[in-house]
């Protein structure tokens, strides 16, 4: 019998599984359960992202891409991103296609990040930014956000925790789970920190179209001076609604996306070829959708902060994504407690706030991607929990 004890990787075993698919996972098992727990848009992908897919199976567009991405599909996410945000990036050396943002972190760390690096993880936090960091055999640093500042990265708190072996940023702004949002004097007082260093910055804004109020998103590349020291995240799961189309893009300098273009060939090859011709559609001739349901975010971003400020449990007004993230500490209950006992007890899921980071401790994570009926039904729920506490 093999001992599998002694022949994993350690550094897998060693990884804490997700926070957020642990509750999904549950709550998949139960009946009549309102899951807020997993942000994914209950929105369907726009009808002409579909018939592009559709027509580019018909014309039997199903063998490999470029390993980069379809050409036409990296002219138009240029394009996109000179028009929406005035970054400018060649569409053949400076952008790749990948599977969903996340291959765009993972290849982005890899390229850059040595074992005994230092990497600093702005949290609370998407939860795939440590392992990552740890699977390298570099050390995640943690930044400690807090709602009085609107779950913003400092620059105090950013010049505390640099050393001599920091290597690399990561900030993920709109925020998952807190719906902070960085504006540009936010922004340039973190560039006047980096200025003179060698540190890189994964940017992670993936949640780019979705921010409320008449500012919108402001990409940290497009700061003086950035560009160079800049990887941007992006894709099209969030504001498209194409989580299951799995498709995402990552810009920057061309010796770094060069590299991360090198281990995309070795880890996946190209991205899948359907969802190219359907994103080409999305960049070119969806605005006016993703502006459509920006706005039905918006609805239910308010709808929920009423809510939970009403029950007494309080909430900081998430400028960004389709997260709210109420304190829970008056409860009396662990984030994990709360959770668990809201689950059982009133069959709504949401995910414990330590999920992002220890410092997510007091706070549940909830999702409003999903519809107004829903989402009342569940703060009535949410509200019965919290009297009988």
Known sequence: MINYDKVLSERAVALKPSGIRRFFDIAAEMKEVISLGVGEPDFKTPWSIR???????????????????????????????KRRFSLEYDPKSE?????GGSEGIDLCIRALVNPGDEV????????????????????????????????RLTAQALRAAITPKTKLLILPYPNNPTGGVMRRHHLEAIAEVLRDT?????????????????????????????????????????????????????????????QMTKLHQFEIMCA?????????????????????MREQYDMRRRLLVDGFNRM?????????????????????????????KLLETEHVAVVPGDAFGSC???????????SIAHLVEALKRIERFVKSL
């Open 51 to 81: 018939h592009a897919g559709i027509e580019s199976l018909e014309k039997g567009h199903t063998f490999y891409t470029a390993n980069a991405g379809l050409l036409a599909l990296r002219v138009e996410a240029c394009r996109y991103l």
């Open 95 to 99: 952008l790749i296609i990948t599977v």
């Open 120 to 151: 600093l993880v702005v949290e609370p936090s998407f939860v795939c930014y440590t392992p990552l960091v740890q699977m390298m055999g570099a050390v995640p640093v943690p930044i400690v956000t807090h709602s009085a500042d609107g779950f």
């Open 198 to 258: 060698d540190i890189m910055v994964l940017s992670d804004e993936i949640y780019a179209e979705l921010t409320y109020g008449e500012e919108r998103h402001v990409p940290f590349a497009a700061i003086d001076g950035m560009w160079e020291r800049t990887v941007t995240i992006n894709g099209f799961s969030k504001a498209y609604a194409m989580t299951g189309w799995r498709l995402g893009y990552a810009a920057g300098p061309a010796p770094v996306v060069k």
């Open 272 to 292: 899948p070829t359907t969802s190219q011709y359907a994103a080409i559609e999305a960049l070119k001739n969806c605005d006016e959708e993703i502006e459509a």
């Open 312 to 340: 007494g449990l309080t909430c900081f007004e998430p400028e960004g994504a389709f997260y709210v993230f109420p304190s829970i500490r008056s409860t009396g209950l662990s984030s994990n407690d709360f959770c668990m």
């Open 360 to 370: 997510g401790e007091g706070f549940v994570r909830v999702s409003y991607s999903y």
